[in-house]
């Protein structure tokens, strides 16, 4: 079992930067890849960025490639996702999501889920 836990939203102006932190818990979390996924209003949940168990293999979408960064660090059980560049478009919720080994960018393919935290980039 693990939980995730979100924190670092808040409000950004366009071009600014923000760090959303998942805290995981378990002892198991190195054998997790960990994904960042966003739903902004009226719009489906999407995949953002993904990062493999060891942390040696990333994956973005193509919307935020080059202005956001995943990260993790296994010793905090913890996992990053810096956002530079921001738009207004990037707007939405953004939730962490756990899965066995590998990465994947459909929800379904993740098992665990955290409550989301807020991130509003303003014009």
């Known amino acids: 079992q693990v939980q995730l836990v979100e924190s670092g939203g808040g409000l950004v102006q366009a071009g600014g930067s923000l760090r959303v932190s998942c805290a995981a818990s378990g002892r198991t979390f190195s054998s997790y890849a960990m994904g960042w996924f966003r739903q902004a209003p009226g719009k489906e949940r999407e995949f953002v960025a993904g990062?493999?168990?060891?942390?040696?293999?990333?994956y973005y979408a193509d919307s935020v490639k080059g202005r956001f960064t995943i990260s993790r660090d296994n010793a905090k059980n913890t996992v990053y996702l810096q956002m530079n560049s921001l738009k207004p478009e990037d707007t939405a919720v953004y939730y962490c999501?756990?899965?066995?080994?590998?990465?994947?960018?459909?929800?379904?393919?993740?098992?665990?889920w955290g409550q989301g935290t807020q991130v509003t980039v303003s014009s």
């Open positions: 990062i493999r168990w060891s942390g040696g293999r990333t």
């Open positions: 999501a756990a899965r066995k080994m590998e990465i994947a960018v459909e929800l379904l393919e993740y098992d665990y």
